[in-house]
């Protein structure tokens, strides 16, 4: 699976941005993707996570009620929606494909043998 993350840029805070993850495979895998992101010296954190059918949703505290994870048509596109943006949100968003369970399930950590897009930097400034 290969996944290829846009949409990311500088906006103010209280602005939005759209990501887009879009995954390609040569097989028909099913696999959930999760956003994750990754500020300057901190670790890595889970974001949002849709799994592959789309009916199941998970947000980490910290974005929900601004951020909205969906998955488009067709079903290889998932969008995250950055509402309400805070300096705080700033990050490289990465998507990964989780192909745990084939994708029936959203896991707030990374699968092992799952697969990661290139990353888009989010900067959020006050």
């Known amino acids: 699976v290969q996944l290829q993350a846009s949409g990311g840029g500088s906006v103010e805070a209280g602005g939005s941005l759209k990501l887009t993850c879009v995954a390609s495979s040569r097989n028909l895998i099913p696999y959930a993707i999760h956003w994750f992101r990754q500020a300057p010296g901190k670790e890595r954190e889970f974001v949002a996570g849709v799994s592959w059918s789309g009916a199941k949703t998970d947000y980490t505290d910290s974005v929900k009620g601004r951020f909205t994870i969906s998955r488009g048509n067709p079903r290889n596109t998932v969008y995250l929606q950055m509402n309400s943006l805070k300096p705080e949100d700033t990050a490289v968003y990465y998507c990964?494909?989780?192909?745990?369970?084939?994708?029936?399930?959203?896991?707030?950590?990374?699968?092992?043998?799952?697969?990661w897009g290139q990353g888009t930097q989010v900067t959020v400034s006050s």
């Open positions: 990964a494909a989780d192909l745990r369970r084939f994708g029936a399930f959203v896991a707030q950590t990374p699968d092992p043998s799952g697969y």
